[in-house]
C-alpha cells in the first residue's frame, strides 16, 4: 500500500542524499561502467541519475517500481551471500511514493528505450516509447511533495548538496573502475573517468580528497590470518579541523563504525596535535560469513563477529604503518 510505502520510504528516503546513494547503487549492480548524477538545488528540485548498465525491459519497468520486487535475490538462500548492493526491492517503490519518478530505459541494442512515469496516486502510470542509449535514467523530482512534514526536515541546498558529493566521493573511491561524474544546477563538479591502473586510482584519490591530503598520505597494504587493511593513511600534518575525510570500506562497503574509528584513533593519538583530526581512506576485507551487513537497511553499519580481533588488527596495522612512515 501507499502508506506502508510510505513509512518505508523514511528508511530509505531521508533525504536527496540518500536518494542518489540508491540511484547510484543500482547503476552499479547493473553493472554500468559510466554514471552521471545530476542535481539541481542540492537535489531538493532534481535529481536524475543516469547509466551505461544493462537496463531494465519495457515489461519489468512497471514491476521494478512496486515494493519489495527485486531481480536481485533468486531465493532465500541467497540472502546469507548478498553480492549485489541492493536487494530488498523497495528503494524505487519508496522513492515513487514520496516524489516524482520517471525511469527511461533500454536494453541490449537491438531494442529501443521506454520511459515510465509515475503520476502519484492520482494517476496510473505511463509507458511511452523514449530515445534513450542503452542503459537507465532515473529522475526524481518534487520531493516529498505529498508529505509536507517531511520536507521541513530538509536543510539548505548547501547542506543537502554537501551530503550527497560526499556519498559520491564514497562511492567513487569504492569502485575505481566505473566512472563517476557529478553535475550541480548545470555545473560539472567532477568528472571521473574509470580508473583501472594504480596512477589512475592515485590521480581519483587526489582529486577526491585533495593535495594535501595525497601528497601526505602513505598508500598501506596489510595481511595478517584472513583480514586484509589497505588504502591510504594521511599523515600526522595533514591531519584537519574536522574529521571529514575518514573513509572506510569493508568488503567494499562504505561503513561508518564506532569500533573502526576508535582502533584508528588510537594508532594516531600519540602523532597529533589535540583537536586535529586525521584522515584516510582504508579498505578492510575479511571472510563475509564473519560479518553482519544487514544491521540497517541503509547499509552504513556492520556487526563484526570477532569485533577484539578486528579492533586490534586494525589499531596494529595502522600503528606499524605510522611507525614506519615516522619513526
Ligand atoms: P533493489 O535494488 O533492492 O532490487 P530497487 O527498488 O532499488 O530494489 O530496484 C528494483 C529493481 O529495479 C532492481 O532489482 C532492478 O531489477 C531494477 N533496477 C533498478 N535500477 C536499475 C538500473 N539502474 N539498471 C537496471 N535495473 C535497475
Ligand atoms: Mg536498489
Known sequence: STLANQIAAGEVVERPASIVKELVENALDAGASRIEVQIRQGGLEAI??????YGIRPDELELAVSPHATSKIASLADL????SLGFRGEALASIGSVARLTIESRVGEAGSGWRLSLN???APPELTPAAHPVGTSVSVSELFYNTPARRRFLRTERTEYRYIEDMLKRLALSRFEVGFTLIHN???IFRLPPATQPAQRARRVERLCGKAFYRQAWALDFAQEGLRLSGWLGGPQAARAQADLQYVYVNGRSVRDKLINHA?????????YPGRHPAWVLYLELDPLKLDVNVHPTKHEVRFHEARRIHDFLAHAVNEALERASP
Do not use: F, K, T
Open 120 to 122: 502519484g496516486r492520482e
Open 80 to 83: 546469507e551471500n548478498i553480492a
Open 264 to 272: 584508528l584513533r588510537q594508532a594516531y593519538q600519540p602523532r597529533l
Open 186 to 188: 548545470q555545473r560539472e
Open 48 to 53: 536524475r541519475v543516469s547509466d551505461d548498465g
